[in-house]
């Protein structure tokens, strides 16, 4: 299941690309995002692990590893969401049921079609789509 990490992450980017080769601490982004800089330092660190962020020790701030045309909504989720499936089916149906025996198998094919045109979609959107939109 997606949580706001996703969201946070994609902030986090846009604001970073307003400020070309400037670096932006984490308190700055936090202060946007209205949350706490633990919370953008960790969001950072999954970006950073990623190759999407850049930091360099005793200098605050993060600047991007690429241009946010590069950068792919797919990228950003991937590099904050857990690699668990969008959808889970619930592990233990009655096998003695009818619909219990075959509901696994019957959702996985709708709920794997639905991922993929979930991941299809955010591949073709790039962090620069996103900030194109939060200009005036």
Same mark, same amino acid.
């Given at each position: 299941?997606?949580?706001?990490? @996703?969201?946070?992450?994609?902030?986090?980017?846009?604001?970073?690309?307003?400020?070309?080769?400037?670096?932006?601490?984490?308190?700055?982004?936090?202060?946007?995002?209205?949350?706490?800089?633990?919370?953008?330092?960790?969001?950072?660190?999954?970006?950073?692990?990623?190759?999407?962020?850049?930091?360099?020790?005793?200098? %605050?701030?993060?600047?991007?590893?690429?241009?946010?045309? &590069?950068?792919?909504?797919?990228?950003?989720?991937?590099?904050?969401?857990?690699? &668990? &499936?969008? @959808? %889970?089916?619930?592990?233990?149906?009655?096998?003695?049921?009818?619909?219990?025996?075959?509901?696994?198998?019957?959702?996985?094919?709708? @709920?794997?079609?639905?991922?993929?045109?979930?991941?299809?979609?955010?591949?073709?959107?790039?962090?620069?789509?996103?900030?194109?939109?939060?200009?005036?």
């Amino acid at each position: 299941m997606i949580n706001s990490r @996703f969201a946070v992450a994609i902030h986090i980017l846009s604001l970073i690309a307003a400020s070309p080769g400037k670096p932006v601490t984490s308190d700055y982004i936090a202060g946007s995002v209205n949350t706490n800089p633990v919370v953008i330092r960790r969001i950072s660190g999954m970006l950073k692990k990623a190759g999407l962020l850049q930091t360099h020790a005793g200098v %605050a701030g993060a600047i991007l590893t690429k241009e946010i045309t &590069d950068i792919s909504l797919l990228d950003v989720y991937r590099a904050v969401q857990v690699q &668990d &499936d969008l @959808f %889970a089916i619930h592990e233990n149906p009655n096998p003695n049921c009818p619909v219990g025996r075959n509901i696994q198998a019957a959702l996985e094919d709708a @709920f794997g079609n639905a991922q993929k045109a979930m991941e299809n979609e955010l591949a073709s959107k790039s962090v620069a789509d996103i900030v194109h939109h939060l200009s005036p």
